[in-house]
């Protein structure tokens, strides 16, 4: 698929799909659509505008269900405002968020993220949910530990 600036995209700028079965087996479920974003430019990367292309290319029925937008970003998002301990202000953090969630819908940052991943292993167990990467998940575990040992190490 090529974007209207000229530009291909392998995915339709949607990285994360998801969704909750309704229980009756019907059309009309809980579904998400996400873009994960690991660089600073996450600010030009809202899933939100590139739902009904994202549809239009890539499914022969379209779901009939309203998606979520959803945002997933590995970094902190407290980086201004914060006091001389490191803590944001609470009033500055919801209003910074109020902005994020109206642009880019479902917003998943480093403090919300560990508690979604560590639920990953468990749904993945259960057979019902596929979730790609999990096997490096001990590499990863060993990279962040030795990494940490290094900061708390300090400059040698």
């Given at each position: 698929m090529v974007n209207l600036n000229g530009?291909?995209?392998?995915?339709?700028?949607?990285?994360?799909?998801?969704?909750?079965?309704?229980?009756?087996g019907l059309p009309g479920t809980f579904y998400l659509l996400g873009q994960v974003a690991s660089g600073h430019n996450w600010h030009t990367k809202t899933v939100l505008k590139d739902i009904e292309s994202f549809h239009w290319a890539w499914f022969e029925v379209q779901p009939v269900s309203q998606p979520t937008g959803a945002m997933f970003v590995p970094f902190c998002i407290t980086d201004t405002n914060e006091s001389?301990?490191?803590?944001?202000?609470?009033?500055?953090?919801i209003s910074k968020m109020q902005f994020i969630?109206?642009?880019f819908g479902h917003f998943i940052y480093r403090y919300k993220l560990p508690f979604y991943a560590g639920k990953a292993p468990t749904l993945s167990a259960a057979g019902t949910t596929p979730i790609e990467g999990l096997d490096e998940v001990p590499r990863i575990h060993t990279w962040v530990n030795e990494f940490r040992a290094r900061l708390l190490k300090g400059p040698v």
């Open positions: 530009e291909r995209s392998k995915d339709g700028g949607i990285d994360v799909i998801g969704w909750r079965p309704a229980r009756d001389a301990a490191g803590v944001a202000d609470q009033a500055f953090l969630a109206k642009e």
